[in-house]
């Protein structure tokens, strides 16, 4: 058994024809290209029947969809039967929602090797790749309502309640298997059984009136259809791993969305957060994905890392916002000769407020002197630091220092310590010290001020471009495996209108 034929586009005798018609440098013209020349699809099952459709065909509708701003799959399977550019990319087949559907999910393999196919193309433009890159991210908002999330003290009671209505559904099940339905069996309406904002007001109510929630007559009520069934299931699987890990809230609609300081309101909300790594000089995606974590100081190496796969003469400089300043990965990046231009967040404010280089910030401005053959500092006063643990701080090991007097009675007492309630003076000082604090003093150079404030013009154009053209405010898919492989089609859709751009002047001034 064979595909369906997906061959080249050719012109039809009659009627409007997607090849002659489209323009030249249409941007379904570069997704075909780019998908035909890259993208190999695995060798069809072997069964009998009809033959699906190749997986080209739906891997170029997603990346155009994407692209233009449309990602439902029900409209694209819509937009296949009467748009233009979606006859030329199908050459007139039909692919159901459904399909595509299952595409974007199964072949993550395929559409990267299509995102990876662009960066030949722009080779071939003359889009040069500079090796600065820019860092950044942002919290788009999960595909779940903030009633679906539960706190931590409302586990032990949505449990309780989630398993007392599957036990009752088992029951019925059981019943109705030996006694056949009780009701006749109804066509062409609205099915009436439970749904899972029912079970979740529940609780709250009987929790506001301090009775348990299965009390009263609602039990009799409570019908479920199968796939209601395993959202209760899966329900009840995200409550237990919540309350083992000790998270204090959970989403039952997306239980791996995190709580984020998300979208232009900068609200906490259930969010996935979209990470890219730009090329300072080509604007293009070096690389990008979708990660549950919010803090990004742990991300910074990654990021880096994958960029350096795609970058040509590899990774010589990064540039990011003080979200990504943490000790140790800038000090490794820095000794493998990457230029950082990363402030802590004191340097940040410092630079907000214009005020000099070290300003802001608890240091005290009491300096002390080490003692090598002691392995201990001194202050002016004569007070004695000595050496007491050894610990992983920021990503280094950070060695701990502490006075022996009590130093609330030293006239230096103010400037020495910064804490209200400390009697101690303490002093930590990381393995890469030294090279940090040239790090942090090189932002008080005018020049590498002004490379610090261009960076948001790269990555902020990414991030204006899927939120403000294409309207991408949020995940359309739930769950991380979902989220991942949405996140995998918005680098395409950015990347592909980048190229595109340059890909079309070029064919205006050939002709």
């Not at 906490?268 to 000089?281: M, N």
């Not at 340097?347 to 002390?368: F, K, Y």
């Not at 053959?373 to 007070?383: H, I, L, N, V």
Request: glycine share 10%; aromatic share 6%; hydrophobic share 35%.
């Amino acid at each position: 058994m064979s595909y369906r034929p997906h061959g080249a586009p050719q012109p039809l005798l009659l009627g409007y024809d997607p090849f002659r018609d489209l323009p030249a440098d249409h941007l379904a013209r570069l997704v075909d290209r780019v998908v035909d020349e890259v993208v190999v699809v695995p060798p069809p099952s072997k069964y009998t029947g009809q033959p699906g459709y190749n997986p080209k065909v739906c891997i170029k509708v997603l990346i155009y969809g994407y692209a233009t701003g449309v990602r439902s799959s029900r409209q694209l399977e819509q937009l296949c039967r009467e748009h233009l550019a979606y006859l030329f990319l199908t050459r007139g087949e039909g692919p159901g929602y459904w399909t595509l559907c299952q595409t974007r999910r199964e072949k993550g393999e395929q559409l990267e090797a299509a995102w990876v196919g662009l960066f030949a193309v722009a080779k071939e433009l003359g889009i040069e790749q500079l090796g600065r890159v820019v860092v950044d991210s942002s919290k788009l908002r999960a595909n779940a309502s903030s009633e679906s999330v539960v706190k931590a003290s409302q586990y032990e009671a949505m449990r309780a309640e989630v398993q007392r209505v599957l036990a009752e559904a088992e029951e019925v099940d059981r019943r109705e298997g030996a006694q056949g339905p009780r009701e006749r069996t109804r066509t062409g309406q609205a099915d009436g059984g439970i749904q899972m904002r029912d079970i979740l007001r529940r609780v709250r109510r009987a929790l506001a009136r301090g009775r348990a929630a299965g009390d009263g007559a609602a039990a009799e009520r409570d019908r479920i259809t199968p796939e209601m069934r395993q959202r209760l299931e899966a329900a009840d699987q995200a409550l237990k791993e919540a309350a083992e890990r000790e998270r204090k809230f959970v989403s039952l609609t997306d239980p791996d969305a995190e709580m984020m300081i998300g979208g232009i309101e900068k609200q906490i909300r259930e969010c996935h957060s979209f990470e890219i790594a730009a090329d300072a000089g080509s604007e293009m995606l070096m690389a990008a994905g979708v990660t549950q974590i919010g803090n990004d100081n742990e991300r910074l190496e990654g990021l880096v890392a994958a960029s350096a796969a795609k970058e040509p003469a590899g990774v010589k400089a990064v540039d990011a916002d003080s979200g990504y300043f943490q000790s140790g990965p800038i000090a490794r990046l820095n000794l493998a000769g990457i230029d950082t231009c990363i402030p802590d967040c004191n340097t940040a404010g410092d630079l907000h407020r214009g005020l000099p280089i070290g300003t802001t910030g608890n240091r005290s401005q009491v300096r002390l002197v080490y003692d090598k053959e002691t392995d201990s500092y001194r202050c002016p006063d004569g007070a004695v630091l000595k050496f007491t643990q050894e610990r992983m701080e920021g990503g280094q090991k950070v060695r701990i220092y502490v006075a022996e007097c009590d130093c609330r009675g030293c006239q230096r007492c103010e400037e020495c310590l910064r804490q209200k309630k400390a009697q101690h003076r303490t002093l930590k000082v990381g393995e890469h010290a030294e090279l940090l604090a040239g790090v942090r003093q090189r932002f008080a150079d005018p020049a590498h001020q002004e490379r610090y404030r261009h960076r948001a013009e790269v990555v902020e154009t990414v991030f204006g471009f899927l939120r403000g053209t294409l309207g991408y405010h949020r995940w359309l898919l739930r769950g991380a495996a979902g989220v991942e492989a949405e996140g995998r089609l918005f680098k395409l859709a950015y990347q592909v209108r980048k190229v595109h751009r340059k890909w079309s002047a070029a064919i205006a001034t050939a002709q």
